[in-house]
Every structure is written in structure tokens, then in C-alpha cells.
């Protein structure tokens, strides 16, 4: 078997301010090294910075400017996705491969300028090469400007809660072994909260990650899912939470006593600590429409601070089945922005594009690729699609090819609507599975209110999808199980508080309608944010065009753009 070898890599990290006064001046260093860990009983050589994953927090200000300053020291290329920031007018610091530059290869180093805008809550930092980001990841907090303040009182701490996974193997094999043979990826071995599986897994107890509150007072946890394939549940037990921000927007107070949360999104949430002071866990489970993707699930502890004698056991929460679709979209149904004058709502009233997108997972006959094998017994391989095109990426980046004009890279013909209308959710035919391969952009002209639909599809059977925008947040105006039905569901749009958001899930044979203004210039990456169906091929790539005068233009590239070659 082909073993990969991953050395350091070092990024330094100054955190600068923008042309403004109460903007702060960090710095940070980070090392991306081959670190030996011990979980679940095995040793275990995984990529992390500064010998830990997750990899350091960042801490920002609204409207500063970040300065990573990556240099590669590993035998393995890389970039990084600011997963949530706008960038505006600098798509070149986004991040995907081969979409808005080409990798940073061993020896090389980039600097990446991290442009935040309008952010302000939880936000995460990402690899976007390979499977890379499994252990490549960190949070990102956005504080309120100084003299600003949150818009709930202020707690008595914050604590970045990530939740990953974890393979008894190199990442890097798990995906090409999948891509070669056509199949599913085999499923990591256990998940993580803040990089650890909790006691509940073998040999784990004296890792757990803990945290102590004090009777009576609130605390803010940053919840992000840095999860490869799944929405998790999360809950706490005995304690309802409050929900008061997603994707690095704030929302109205929302209590409940779970969490549905998707790969990609963060959900703000305050913890009151008002129950018998004593210990509980805090516990996440997957959530899966179909298939069943269950690795147990991680615990930390809540530790109340005082003098009793803990529990020698405590009790896990009570979560739903792992495929309740109904408590998913309900929880997340429930999000609405905080709309209020320091906070106002600027969702699109009229339209000037409307876009229909399916989303499905497809197969393709083997014969058709001979050059590799196929383990499905079917005799077919799995891709997946937008509007049945799966896309193919470059060996140079799509912004580079946009901006200096270099042809026979990508074609102007993405469709905005399927090429074939069906009954996207119900009984589907054969000749619907197998998708065309293409490196399809859509065009838009600069300041366009966009309407764009999500609808699932029941091709190869139903499935949920996170779908992820970058360059811009978007407003989540209507969402519902079933065909999406243009004469009857708008009607029932909500334009007055929609959640503002970066990452949503469209649920499993269902629909999702979302509005944006595209008024960021530049070239922005679309795509599912479970890795596999985004290694079949789920994504595709807006342009949008310059709009009039300097703000409204995409900036020249850095001098230090990596190179494919």
C-alpha cells in the first residue's frame, strides 16, 4: 500500500489592521507538522499545526484584515478556505484548488490576506485540497468592533466546540482508494469534540474535553461542524441552550434542547448554567437520511465548579434516531435573523435571476472507464451532480484562466435550470443516473438579485445535501420536503427575518430557496460540503462580473500567486 509521508509545514500568521482606528494588530505562528497521536488505542500519524488538531483559533475584530503568510514545508501540496469570509474583491485569498488558485506545493509559500467585511460571530478555517481538511481545520472568531458589544448579555466565557472525525488511516489513501474504486469512502472510526472522542471509546477517558462553569452564570459556545460527511445532533444533557448566532450572523434567541448543524455551518449558542451543580456530558450523534453512518457518539464534560462528590457515571443525552429527518429540518427551520436597527435584514425583494439547481447523487457504467475497477456490484461508480453536470476541475485555476483570459479552460454554458425536467423526488428511470462530466461557469452580471432554488433529487436514492457559497452570504427564504412548485411556494417565502447564512441544508427529497446580491466581483466556488459528493463532482463556479468604479471591481493578483506549474 502507498504510504504518504507528511512533513512540517510552517504558517505565520499576523493578524493587521485596516485603515481604521480601533482596528487591533495580532500576530500568530502556526506549523503544520507530521504529528504521531494515540486515540482509540492505536498510534496514528495525522497532519496538525502547532502538534494539534484542531489547529489554533483565530481571533479577529469586525472589519479587520488577517495576514496568513503559509510557507509548505510538507511533501504534500496544500491551500486553506476562510470558510464564511466574503473576501471582497479578493477571490484570489478564497482558497478552493483549481478554482481561485493552484496549489501550494512542498517548499513554496503563500501569503493569504484574509479580508473580513460585515462578519461578526464564528467562523472556521479549512484546508480545500484532497481530503486535507479532515485534520487541517481550525475555529475562527469575529469579535464586535471596539465599543461594540454583543447583542445578548455578556457571558462569563466562550469556548470554540469543533466536531470531527477521526481515521485509523493516512486520509489521503481513504480518498483515493474511494475514487479509484467507485464506491463510498469507508467511514471514519470515531468522531471528535475538539479532537477528541470523550470517554464513551476505548482507552479515551483521560483525554476528554472538559469544561468548567460556575453555578448561575451564562456561558457562549462556537459550535462548528468540521465533520467530512455528516449533520450531527447535538445536545447537552439536563440543559436547554440558546441559539444567538449562525455563520457569523447573529439571530434571534432561539431555546431549544438540540442542535442540528451541518458541515460547514457554526451555530452560537449560550449555555446557562442553572441546574445541581455536578458533571454532564455534552454530546453530539450523526444525523443520516440515508445509509447508516453511526460511529458512536463523542462526549465532553460540563464540570460545575463547587465542592460534591461527581457521578461515577453520567448520563448520556437522549438523542433522536440518527435518521429523524423531521427533528433536522425542524431545528434549523427555526432560525431566523435578529432584524433589528443595528442589525438589519437586506434580503432581495424582486428578482433579476431566477436558478433551479438539482442536486443528485448518480452512477455511471464501469465500461465507461475502463482504466479503473468497481466494487459496486451494480457494475457502476458513483458521481454526483448540479443540474446532472459533474464537474471535472482544471489543472490551472479557473480565476486565473478568467482573469488573464486563457481559453479552452472552462465554457460559459452552465444551465440554470435542469437540461431534463422530472419527478425529481419520486419513482426515477435509469436514463436519469449517468450525469455529463464538464467545467461549466455560470455568468452574472455584477448586482444581480439572485433567487436560487435547491431541489433534491431521488436519483440513486435521497439524500441530504450542505450546500456552501462562497464570496457571499445568502438569505434562506423556504425550504420544504417534496418537488419545489413555483406557483405555490414563494408565496410562503419569508422576506422579513430569514437566517443569513454561508452553509444550508437542503434536506433529503426536498427543496431549498435562497436570495443573494451577487456584488461580489470575482470567481466564487458553489458546492456540497459533504466531501465525498464534492469528490464525485457536486460543484460548480459563478463569475461575477465587474461592476462600475474601483469598489466595485475585483483587485489584481497578489505577485505571489502559486503556480500549476
Known amino acids: 500500500m502507498k504510504v504518504f509521508m507528511i512533513l512540517p509545514l510552517a504558517i505565520v500568521v499576523l493578524l493587521c489592521s485596516v485603515p481604521a482606528t480601533d482596528a487591533a494588530i495580532r500576530s500568530y505562528t ?35 484584515l488577517v495576514i496568513v503568510d503559509l510557507i509548505n514545508r510538507a511533501n504534500h501540496s496544500i491551500t486553506i478556505h476562510w470558510h464564511g469570509v466574503k473576501m471582497p474583491r479578493y477571490p484570489w485569498w478564497d482558497g478552493p484548488e483549481f478554482v481561485t488558485q493552484c496549489p501550494i506545493k512542498p517548499g513554496q509559500r503563500f501569503k493569504y490576506n484574509i479580508v473580513l467585511s460585515d462578519e461578526e460571530g464564528t467562523l472556521w478555517w479549512h484546508a480545500h485540497n484532497d481530503w486535507s481538511r479532515a485534520t487541517v481545520y481550525g475555529a475562527l472568531v469575529i469579535l464586535p468592533k471596539d465599543g461594540q458589544s454583543y447583542p445578548f448579555p455578556k457571558p462569563a466565557d466562550e469556548f470554540p466546540v469543533l466536531i470531527g472525525e477521526w481515521w485509523k488511516a493516512d486520509i489521503q489513501e481513504v480518498m483515493e482508494e474511494f475514487l479509484a474504486n467507485g464506491g463510498d469512502p469507508n467511514n471514519s472510526d470515531a468522531f471528535l469534540l475538539n479532537g477528541q472522542p470523550g470517554d464513551l471509546y476505548p482507552c479515551s477517558k483521560q483525554d476528554t474535553f472538559k469544561v468548567t462553569v460556575e453555578f448561575g452564570k451564562t456561558y457562549l459556545f462556537r459550535l462548528v ?46 449555555l446557562h448554567a442553572n441546574q445541581i451543580p455536578s458533571h454532564y456530558y455534552m454530546a453530539s450523534r450523526v444525523y ?51 432584524a433589528d436597527k443595528k442589525h438589519p435584514v437586506d434580503v432581495p425583494q424582486t428578482v433579476d435571476k431566477s436558478l433551479f439547481f438539482t442536486l443528485s447523487v448518480n452512477t455511471r457504467n464501469c465500461s465507461s472507464n475502463s482504466s479503473t475497477s468497481c466494487v459496486r456490484s451494480e457494475g457502476d461508480r458513483l458521481l454526483a451532480s448540479v443540474n446532472n453536470i459533474t464537474l471535472l476541475l482544471p489543472h490551472t485555476s479557473i480565476l486565473n484562466a478568467y482573469y488573464y483570459k486563457i481559453p479552452g479552460v472552462y465554457t ?39 433567487e436560487l432554488v435547491f431541489q433534491g433529487t431521488n436519483i440513486v436514492g435521497g439524500i441530504d445535501h450542505p450546500m456552501h457559497l462562497h464570496g457571499h452570504s445568502f438569505y434562506v427564504v423556504g425550504s420544504d420536503l417534496g418537488n419545489f412548485n413555483p406557483d405555490i411556494h414563494p408565496k410562503n417565502y419569508n422576506l422579513k427575518d430569514p437566517p443569513l447564512m454561508e452553509t444550508i441544508a437542503v434536506p433529503r427529497n426536498g427543496w431549498t430557496a435562497i436570495r443573494f446580491k451577487a456584488n461580489n466581483p ?41 503556480k500549476c506549474t
Not at 507530521?34 to 496514528?44: A, R
Not at 500519524?45 to 502547532?50: A, E, G, Q, V
Not at 449533520?231 to 448566532?245: C, D, R
Not at 419527478?423 to 450525469?435: A, F, H, K, R, V
Open 522 to 562: 470575482g470567481v466564487w466556488f458553489m458546492h456540497c460540503h459533504f466531501e465525498r459528493h464534492v469528490s464525485w463532482g457536486m460543484g460548480m463556479t459563478f463569475i461575477i462580473k465587474n461592476g462600475k468604479g474601483g469598489k466595485a471591481r475585483m483587485a489584481p493578483p497578489p505577485r505571489d500567486m502559486p
Open 288 to 338: 443520516a437520511s440515508s445509509g447508516i453512518f453511526d460511529r458512536g457518539i463523542p462526549t465532553g464534560i460540563i464540570e460545575y465548579a463547587g465542592n460534591y462528590t461527581p457521578p461515577t457515571n453520567l448520563t448520556v443525552p437522549d438523542f433522536f434516531e440518527f435518521n429523524d429527518t423531521g427533528a433536522a429540518v425542524a431545528f434549523t427551520n427555526q432560525l431566523k435573523s435578529l
Open 30 to 64: 502556526f506549523v503544520l507538522e507530521d504529528t504521531v497521536y494515540t486515540k482509540l488505542c492505536e498510534n496514528t500519524t495525522i497532519l496538525t499545526i502547532n502538534g494539534q488538531s484542531p489547529g489554533p483559533t483565530i481571533v479577529a475584530k469586525k472589519g479587520d
Open 412 to 450: 460559459k454554458d452552465f444551465p440554470e435550470s435542469p437540461l431534463y425536467k422530472f419527478n425529481y423526488t419520486g419513482e426515477i428511470t435509469s436514463n436519469l443516473t449517468d450525469p455529463q462530466n464538464g467545467t461549466r461557469v455560470l455568468v452574472l452580471e455584477h448586482n444581480t438579485n439572485v
Open 225 to 270: 461542524n468540521s465533520i467530512m460527511n455528516n449533520i450531527m445532533f447535538f445536545k447537552i444533557a439536563n440543559h436547554n441552550i440558546t441559539v444567538v448566532g449562525s455563520d457569523a450572523s447573529y439571530t434571534k434567541p432561539l431555546n431549544s434542547d438540540y442542535i442540528t448543524i451541518s458541515p460547514g455551518q457554526t451555530i452560537d449558542f449560550l
